[in-house]
């Protein structure tokens, strides 16, 4: 007897036992293998998709079959396509944590739940909540990519956890230890550097990769082009006196497309961290980031009158959000404000 219409069929191949099925959904016609020789469990395969279609959950034999690794094959295009700087750090994060624990799943695997699991694990490894914060924010670009895709690779979206970040600056330099670095290391390229970072609070590699064409010695102005920063804006600021001093000397001499910041043998810096280590740990600072030089800068400014979204725009802070967690008010700062007030 032939079955109801719009109940699907079964039927097998010509010289195999294994039942297929075959039914519709919106007009299009599917078919697909039971792996099964008994009719019995066919009739079950058939008779879940039929449920997936009038629950409006179905999405199909291929569909089913993509992992997230395919996922992640899409991010790392999407990354290059639009030039992401962050391209091997993502990389690198689905290579060492993502892909062992998440990589051979099916996308229709991934539950909310699946995904709590990975963050308990890289807990348990002892793994900060800013790091795991930013493998979530990976793998969430991985299936909005999927969900947007034509067509989609994901059909539903679980809950990607944010965690709470202690991510608050801590560290300041201060003039006496300024001048303890650069006793350590009076190269000129070394001071030119902090002298920059703790004036513009621009970033390590903002700085090393900047080329004398960038530097108006005359016009005593430095530019970063859109596109080579961190934010993809452009910034220019205009020289101190002690930056233009220290500059004058690093330009000079050299054709536009060479590097500022050079060694004593001509070869650009652009690693200088063990000299920065050891500099810090001569003025008494070790564990001093380059990258305190920011809130340095930050702090510096403000005591200088200047107004806030004038810093954010010198610095590179693009929200204001971002620029409060370096929290350029120091313990000198407050002791200052507070015998400012018994002296009233």
């Not at 959904?25 to 066919?42: D, H, I, K, L, P």
């Not at 998709?49 to 690794?69: C, D, K, Q, W, Y």
């Not at 500059?247 to 050079?262: M, N, P």
């Not at 340095?296 to 400014?301: G, H, I, Q, S």
Request: aromatic share 8%; charged share 30%.
């Amino acid at each position: 007897m032939p079955r109801p219409r719009g109940t699907g069929s079964l039927y097998q191949q010509k010289d195999s036992a294994v039942w297929w099925i075959k039914y519709h959904r919106n007009g299009r016609s599917f078919r697909e293998s039971t792996r099964t020789t008994e009719r019995r469990q066919a009739n079950r395969v058939l008779a879940k998709r039929l449920a997936e279609i009038n629950t409006g959950s179905f999405v199909g034999p291929t569909h089913e079959r993509i992992t997230v690794g395919e996922l992640a094959d899409d991010l790392f295009r999407d990354y290059r396509i639009n030039g992401r700087k962050t391209t091997d750090d993502v990389q690198t994060r689905w290579r060492l944590h993502l892909e062992p624990f998440l990589g051979s799943h099916r996308v229709l695997e991934v539950t909310s739940d699946l995904v709590a699991k990975y963050v308990d694990q890289r807990q348990h490894e002892n793994a900060q909540n800013a790091t795991i914060n930013r493998e979530m924010a990976a793998l969430k670009r991985m299936f909005r990519l999927g969900m947007y895709a034509t067509p989609p690779k994901v059909f539903r979206l679980p809950k990607f956890p944010k965690l709470a970040e202690d991510n608050i600056r801590k560290g300041f330099l201060e003039d006496a230890q300024y001048k303890k670095l650069i006793a350590y290391c009076p190269d000129l390229w070394f001071r030119a550097l902090v002298e920059m970072g703790r004036t513009y609070g621009w970033r390590s590699s903002e700085l090393i990769n900047l080329q004398v064409k960038q530097v108006d010695v005359d016009a005593r102005t430095i530019r970063l082009e859109p596109g080579t920063t961190k934010n993809k804006d452009g910034r220019e600021v205009t020289m101190t006196t002690a930056v233009h001093n220290l500059l004058a000397q690093c330009v000079a001499g050299k054709s536009s497309e060479d590097a500022v910041f050079t060694r004593s043998d001509g070869k650009p810096v652009r690693d200088f961290r063990d000299t920065w280590a050891k500099a810090t740990k001569a003025a008494g600072v070790p564990g001093l980031l380059f990258h305190d030089l920011r809130r340095t800068a930050a702090r510096n400014l403000r005591r200088a009158g200047i107004a806030e979204g004038v810093i954010m725009k010198i610095g590179g802070w693009r929200t204001r959000s971002v620029f409060e967690r370096y929290a350029i008010v120091s313990q000198t700062d407050i002791a200052d404000a507070l015998k400012k007030l018994e002296a009233v």
